[in-house]
């Protein structure tokens, strides 16, 4: 089973962002964590499968403190077997970073952190509302080295409003530079919700298909001539490398969501955390848990979202969930059939959301 922590609070608010998060306004900080910790010991005694990784995501979490940092891990060493985990991984801003708590992260038993880099360009750090500079992210990393022995993951998006393609290859040229463990390479999408998204509507921003595949594939010629192996649609990693904590959220694996607005998928059985902060923290006192929406998956369900998910990794859909007459004639050009799975070849990866659409 895989442990996923939603820390939602921000410094400030990125234009482009949907996940749920705010500011920490009037929340205390020390509060939240005991209520993180609460939740934790309602799952306890449920019989749940050991831990293969735990994912603190948002949010920042790197925004919480040595104090509260370490007292989440203690409750959370209370409540699970951590000598089963395989990884642990933290999400970090480059803004908040420092040699101290590169050394926290390791003593405390975080094995990688991944650093919201975005842009190694200035202008576009500052249309994406990001609160760090290119300096700061190289020092970020450079602080991760000196004071530790972490993994290091480097969140990385194009086609930013006024990207060039000149400018995505220099931000992947000092990206490589800093020779991260894994690179995560996500095209911006318009969300709703979001300041981004009004802008999109307005006409004021625009998604271009053809300079979107551009960039895509100048970000595969330039990732995998450097070594790094490209296992999922967005992400790519060094030999050995690769995030187990994802891989076990496409590949189906049960996970366990603990924060406000948090998914769980647990026995098919998957229910999503109440997405507001002071709601959760009432319901945790209330009742020791915060589930809000629950859906039990079927058998169609479940193929179908096994088909929108693995056909995105490397090792592609396993043939148990396409159909025995889904016929491919047409797509013969962008997939590739084994014995056990279909997976995309040529083009194909980048046109994996229509493709699967397809496919469904």
């Avoid at 390791?106 to 360009?121: D, H, I, K, M, P």
């Avoid at 300096?135 to 530790?148: G, K």
């Avoid at 991260?180 to 998604?207: C, I, M, V």
């Amino acid at each position: 089973m895989h442990l996923y922590l939603h820390i939602p609070f921000c410094h400030r608010i990125c234009p482009y962002c949907s996940f749920y998060k705010h500011t920490p306004g009037n929340t205390h900080l020390g509060a939240f964590v005991e209520a993180l910790i609460t939740e934790a010991h309602f799952y306890r005694d449920r019989n749940l499968p050991p831990l293969k990784t735990i994912y603190f995501g948002g949010g920042t979490p790197s925004m919480l403190s040595p104090t509260h940092l370490t007292r989440l891990f203690e409750g959370l060493r209370e409540t699970f077997d951590f000598a089963p985990l395989q990884e642990v991984t933290l999400e970090a801003n480059p803004a908040t970073f420092t040699a101290r708590t590169a050394q926290l992260y390791q003593n405390l038993g975080v094995t990688r952190v991944s650093l919201g880099v975005q842009s190694f360009l200035g202008p576009h750090l500052e249309t994406l509302g990001r609160e760090h500079t290119p300096m700061q992210a190289i020092q970020s990393v450079h602080l991760l080295r000196e004071a530790s022995s972490l993994e290091i993951n480097l969140d990385l998006m194009f086609s930013l409003p006024g990207q060039s393609l000149l400018d995505w290859e220099d931000t992947l040229t000092q990206a490589l530079a800093l020779q991260p463990e894994h690179l995560s390479a996500y095209n911006l999408t318009y969300e709703e919700d979001t300041a981004f998204f009004e802008k999109f509507q307005s006409g004021e921003y625009r998604d271009d298909p053809d300079h979107n595949a551009e960039m895509f594939t100048l970000a595969d010629e330039m990732l995998t001539a450097a070594g790094y192996e490209h296992y999922e649609t967005s992400n790519y990693a060094l030999p050995g490398r690769r995030s187990k904590h994802n891989e076990g959220y496409w590949l189906g694996n049960d996970y366990l969501g603990l924060g406000p607005s948090a998914v769980s998928t647990l026995n098919r059985t998957r229910h999503q955390n109440i997405p507001d902060t002071a709601a959760y923290l009432q319901r945790i006192a209330a009742v020791g848990h915060a589930q809000d929406e629950i859906e039990i998956l079927d058998d169609e369900a479940w193929r179908l979202e096994r088909l929108a998910l693995q056909l995105r990794t490397t090792e592609g859909l396993p043939l148990q969930y396409l159909p025995a007459e889904t016929k491919l004639t047409h797509l013969a050009h962008l997939v590739e059939k084994t014995e056990t799975h279909l997976r995309l070849v040529g083009e194909g990866p980048l046109l994996v959301d229509s493709i699967a659409t397809e496919l469904l």
